[in-house]
T-cell receptor
Framework: SQQGEEDPQALSIQEGENATMNCSYKTSINNLQWYRQNSGRGLVHLILIRSNEREKHSGRLRVTLDTSKKSSSLLITASRAADTASYFCATDAGDYKLSFGAGTTVTVRA | DGGITQSPKYLFRKEGQNVTLSCEQNLNHDAMYWYRQDPGQGLRLIYYSQIVNDFQKGDIAEGYSVSREKKESFPLTVTSAQKNPTAFYLC?????????????FGPGTRLTVL
């Protein structure tokens, strides 16, 4: 079952702007992960945040997690054309499986 | 190079035929997964395997079958019982533990029913 839901479904921004997308989920989790998918390709792991963490950074990526609201956000700063992709959140409830949301499609305009 | 490979990249099937999608990894990962992705949607889990000779159904296993005879290989068969098999199929592997089930994905196989 798809536990995560991303918002918005699609996002179009100018190069150099920041992109923010959100993920909401329903049940308790061990960790939450964000993945990127370029068109027609496999997914690439971006960042993982554990349930006892509130914020994490990796390069131009910033992830927050609010377990009380069952939500997470992914911020991409200073976006580039190469950031054009779909972004998925995935929740790990500790049972060897990940539950993926439907994704946010980000288009970065030059 | 360590990685996960899928073949073929594109596959065409006539109605009523079974087809098998290949997935191989040399990452020494214990767990392997098969997902289905439909246009504009997220990933849905078909089957997963935590160890050799063992596998479990995911959310949409009907019409699919798998085997896990070797650690490196986890082939998926799409049977004629799967009524709407046209989709993008993704294989992944992971080693739950320190890395907390970060999954590594193959490039995918696009299956089209003619």
């Amino acid at each position: 079952s798809q536990q995560g839901e991303e918002d918005p479904q699609a996002l179009s921004i100018q190069e150099g702007e920041n992109a923010t997308m959100n993920c909401s989920y329903k049940t308790s989790i061990n960790n939450l992960q964000w993945y990127r998918q370029n068109s027609g390709r496999g997914l690439v792991h971006l960042i993982l945040i554990r349930s006892n963490e509130r914020e994490k950074h990796s390069g131009r990526l910033r992830v927050t997690l609010d377990t009380s609201k069952k939500s997470s956000s992914l911020l991409i700063t200073a976006s580039r054309a190469a950031d054009t992709a779909s972004y998925f959140c995935a929740t790990d409830a500790g049972d060897y499986k990940l539950s993926f949301g439907a994704g946010t499609t980000v288009t970065v305009r030059a | 190079d360590g990685g996960i490979t899928q073949s073929p990249k594109y596959l065409f099937r006539k109605e009523g035929q079974n087809v098998t999608l290949s997935c191989e990894q040399n990452l020494n990962h214990d767990a392997m997964y098969w997902y289905r992705q439909d246009p504009g949607q997220g990933l849905r889990l078909i089957y997963y395997s935590q160890i050799v000779n063992d596998f479990q159904k995911g959310d949409i296993a009907e019409g699919y079958s798998v085997s896990r005879e070797k650690k490196e290989s986890f082939p998926l068969t799409v049977t004629s019982a799967q009524k709407n098999p046209t989709a993008f199929y993704l294989c992944a592997s992971s080693t739950p533990g320190i890395r907390k089930n970060e999954q590594f994905f193959g490039p995918g196989t696009r299956l089209t029913v003619l």
